[in-house]
């Protein structure tokens, strides 16, 4: 068997699913056995990391690390970590890992820059805004980055939150107002920071999807790319 992949998932355990279905999506196979081999945790017992890094929250840290020896341990030589906000740990986690481990903010920027617009705007949580996980690098490269007002921002995480208690058309109506909102301030194009924000919007890429840089179906192509180079 090849190199096989691990994703670390249960954040949420919907946004796992979509990043497993993306695989089989872009990978170009023409049989079952040219599909690339996964492995998939997705426990969902770790700590919230938007609680955790805002409000003094039990941090996710130690499971995410039993996770992923958990992967190693399963025959994994390369792990994703399904979740934008986990990234605010990813040095710590990478410094941890045995293997490779990539990262899907690296990845969802490097897509950006090689649209050419310059008005970026974020939909994601309040911690990976917080954290700058996005701005910092975006900014470094010159790119104005475009982000909810504070009353904006708290629907946005409502959405978030409605759509993983299953609420999922009102999610989608909360989350297109935020959309407008970004296009209204000028965003050219919209990075999808949350990997939840795809399933919720699915239906609005479908009809612009060269609005929205989705940040799990970079990390696919990122993990594609290193499949077949390996």
């Not at 919230?48 to 003094?56: K, Q, V």
């Not at 994601?124 to 701005?135: G, N, P, S």
Request: with cysteine; proline share 4%; charged share 25%.
């Amino acid at each position: 068997m090849k190199n096989i992949i691990g994703i670390l998932g249960g954040m949420g355990p919907a946004a796992t699913a979509d990043m497993f279905q993306k695989f089989i999506q872009f990978t170009p196979a023409h049989c079952d056995q040219e599909h690339i081999p996964l492995v998939i945790s997705s426990i969902p017992d770790i700590p919230d990391r938007t609680t955790s890094i805002l409000r003094g929250g039990e941090s996710p840290l130690l499971a995410m690390e039993e996770r992923i020896y958990g992967l190693e341990n399963a025959g994994a030589k390369c792990i994703l970590i399904a979740c934008n906000t986990a990234h605010y740990w990813y040095d710590e986690l990478k410094e941890k890992c045995h293997v490779d481990m990539l990262n899907i903010i690296d990845s969802t920027i490097n897509e950006v820059l090689q649209m050419g617009k310059t008005k970026i705007g974020i939909l994601a949580t309040d911690a990976t805004l917080a954290t700058k996980l996005y701005q910092k690098t975006l900014e470094k490269y010159g790119l104005i980055c475009l982000l909810p007002n504070e009353e904006h921002q708290k629907s946005v995480m409502e959405s978030i939150y409605l759509y993983k208690s299953g609420e999922i058309q009102k999610a989608e109506e909360l989350m297109l107002i935020q959309r407008d909102e970004l296009i209204r301030y000028g965003a050219e194009v919209i990075i999808l920071g949350c990997t939840e924000i795809p399933l919720i919007l699915k239906n609005a890429m479908r009809e612009q999807p060269t609005l929205y840089e989705d940040s799990t179906a970079a990390l696919v192509r990122a993990a594609i790319r290193w499949y077949q180079t390996h």
